[in-house]
């Protein structure tokens, strides 16, 4: 028997994501049976939820390839932005994709968009591209961002004679990105934008506020 639970053809689903452990879904919860209750018209108990904490940037999530394991089960799924469901417009064609094969509509509130397997929407089809564009060429620029700060610094006295910069490490005099580079520069680019706080992010990266806080100063090498 799959891992999700089992749902019938009436049932809404709810997809929610975070980036790290410590992160709330309660603002996406609140959000997304908002919409189910007063927009679609449906009762709570017609609903079931799948959600995500992961600092992953695709789609290999747990509660995410449940979902779509359950696709054929559900009416409709609701997220509440476009970001939430996908991190590139790889994956989010294929998702959309994945959706209209099983006959089920997407609902992502923040962008407005509603995506029905019936309705050909040229209007909505180009919104979703463009988001998906965009998105993608955001974190391009990011990857351009980083890589021009590490040139930046390797030319720098500091990059030669101290130590490497949370989530880099150094191979033979050059700096490199560590395992774990792309879990950092996640954590940091919430506290940048207020969403964690240093503490929090010092307890998910296991270092010290003050080495957060140097990391926040170099922020060419995140890409913030």
Not at 123 to 144: D, H, I, K, P, T
Request: a negative charge.
């Amino acid at each position: 028997m799959p891992t999700y639970l089992r749902v019938y053809r009436t049932m809404i689903g709810v997809y929610l994501r975070v980036s790290t452990e410590d992160q709330s879904v309660d603002r996406q919860r609140e959000a997304t049976t908002t919409y189910v209750t007063d927009t679609l018209e449906r009762p709570l108990n017609e609903t079931v939820a799948w959600t995500d904490k992961s600092t992953g940037t695709d789609t290999e999530r747990s509660g995410y390839q449940d979902m779509i394991d359950a696709l054929e089960d559900l009416d409709a799924v609701v997220c509440k932005s476009v970001s939430r469901i996908s991190r590139s417009i790889r994956d989010l064609d294929r998702t959309v994709e994945r959706f209209e094969s099983a006959g089920t509509e997407l609902h992502i509130i923040d962008e407005g968009l509603q995506i029905r397997p019936d309705d050909d929407d040229p209007f909505q089809r180009a919104v979703l591209q463009l988001l998906g564009v965009f998105a993608e060429l955001e974190a391009n620029m990011a990857q351009q961002r980083t890589k021009e700060g590490i040139a930046a610094r390797m030319n720098n006295e500091e990059y030669h004679h101290g130590p490497a910069p949370l989530g880099f490490a150094k191979d033979d005099g050059r700096l490199v990105e560590s395992d774990d580079y792309d879990r950092v520069t996640t954590v940091l680019e919430m506290v940048s934008k207020g969403e964690m706080s240093k503490r929090q992010a010092a307890r998910e990266l296991d270092t010290s506020r003050r080495t957060i806080g140097r990391a926040l100063d170099r922020g060419e090498l995140y890409g913030l």
